[in-house]
């Protein structure tokens, strides 16, 4: 959930991957999945019950970073877990309707990364206002969260990346998985495979491929070394993007 890239595919395919930089003992070792209002729904469950990454057969991604703008004072309790929140993304028809009928008051601060078919938003809540953008899905984006990176790292966390997709004419889910585990300048604190002393550290990588009929989600558990992937295949008609 701290390191988020989106990458266009050509078409309406697209790539997301995700580093979640976390404590071990929040880490799950697999995918779950889950059967709720008709529809299909996968997603690595963690302690809450909830996630920070969940796909669904309805052609939806949504992606969970803390943290909105800059780091906040954490003053539990709150709400509702942030987890929970994503899942109950899916209950509703579409991302308008979340973003303008969700009671977002007492949540803790946070930045979603929403593909609903075919349409990327950027959702952030900063305690007192949701902020919503309607995001270019020809165009490659770097998210960094706010609670473990200052504004000075994240751009030097844009420039890897900005690098990076200059050295890549075409975009591929095997490259970006290799930016994913080898960014950085050699400070573990840093790095895209961050660990700080063992306390916090990124535990797994998830990406989610969306190619023709289906959205396809990889789990790589770096702390016990495994490899899960499963796929959802879409219930609902194509549509190209906007």
């Given at each position: 959930?701290?390191?988020?890239?989106?990458?266009?595919?050509?078409?309406?395919?697209?790539?997301i991957t995700?580093?979640?930089?976390?404590?071990?003992?929040?880490?799950?070792?697999?995918?779950?999945?889950?059967?709720?209002?008709?529809?299909?729904?996968?997603?690595?469950?963690?302690?809450?019950?909830?996630?920070?990454?969940?796909?669904?057969?309805?052609?939806?991604?949504?992606?969970?970073?803390n943290?909105?703008?800059?780091?906040?004072h954490?003053?539990?309790?709150?709400?509702?877990?942030?987890?929970l929140?994503?899942?109950?993304?899916?209950?509703?028809?579409?991302?308008?309707?979340?973003?303008?009928?969700?009671?977002?008051?007492?949540?803790?601060?946070?930045?979603?990364?929403?593909?609903?078919?075919g349409?990327?938003?950027?959702?952030?809540?900063?305690?007192k206002?949701?902020?919503?953008t309607?995001?270019?899905?020809?165009?490659?984006?770097?998210?960094?969260?706010?609670?473990?990176?200052?504004?000075?790292?994240k751009?030097?966390?844009?420039g890897?990346?900005?690098?990076?997709?200059?050295?890549?004419?075409?975009?591929?889910p095997e490259?970006i998985?290799?930016?994913?585990?080898?960014?950085?300048?050699?400070?573990?604190?840093?790095?895209?495979?961050?660990?700080?002393?063992g306390?916090v550290?990124t535990?797994?990588?998830?990406?989610v491929?969306?190619?023709?009929?289906?959205?396809?989600?990889?789990?790589?558990?770096?702390?016990?070394?495994?490899?899960?992937?499963k796929?959802?295949h879409?219930?609902?008609?194509m549509?190209?993007?906007?």
């Amino acid at each position: 959930m701290c390191t988020v890239t989106y990458l266009p595919l050509g078409g309406n395919h697209f790539v997301i991957t995700s580093n979640r930089d976390e404590q071990p003992a929040r880490s799950p070792k697999r995918i779950s999945i889950m059967e709720t209002q008709g529809m299909q729904l996968c997603f690595p469950q963690d302690t809450s019950g909830g996630s920070w990454i969940a796909i669904s057969n309805t052609n939806r991604v949504v992606c969970l970073l803390n943290g909105a703008f800059e780091k906040h004072h954490h003053e539990p309790p709150y709400k509702r877990s942030r987890g929970l929140m994503l899942l109950d993304f899916f209950e509703f028809p579409n991302a308008e309707k979340f973003f303008s009928t969700y009671d977002f008051e007492g949540m803790e601060p946070f930045t979603m990364i929403i593909v609903d078919d075919g349409k990327l938003f950027e959702l952030r809540w900063d305690e007192k206002k949701i902020h919503q953008t309607k995001l270019d899905h020809t165009t490659g984006f770097l998210w960094s969260s706010a609670t473990l990176y200052d504004a000075s790292v994240k751009k030097k966390r844009q420039g890897w990346f900005e690098q990076w997709k200059g050295q890549h004419q075409n975009f591929s889910p095997e490259s970006i998985l290799r930016f994913h585990q080898t960014a950085g300048d050699g400070d573990p604190w840093n790095d895209v495979i961050m660990n700080r002393a063992g306390i916090v550290r990124t535990v797994s990588i998830t990406q989610v491929i969306k190619s023709t009929g289906q959205l396809k989600m990889d789990y790589h558990d770096l702390l016990n070394g495994q490899f899960e992937s499963k796929t959802v295949h879409l219930r609902t008609k194509m549509v190209d993007f906007d």
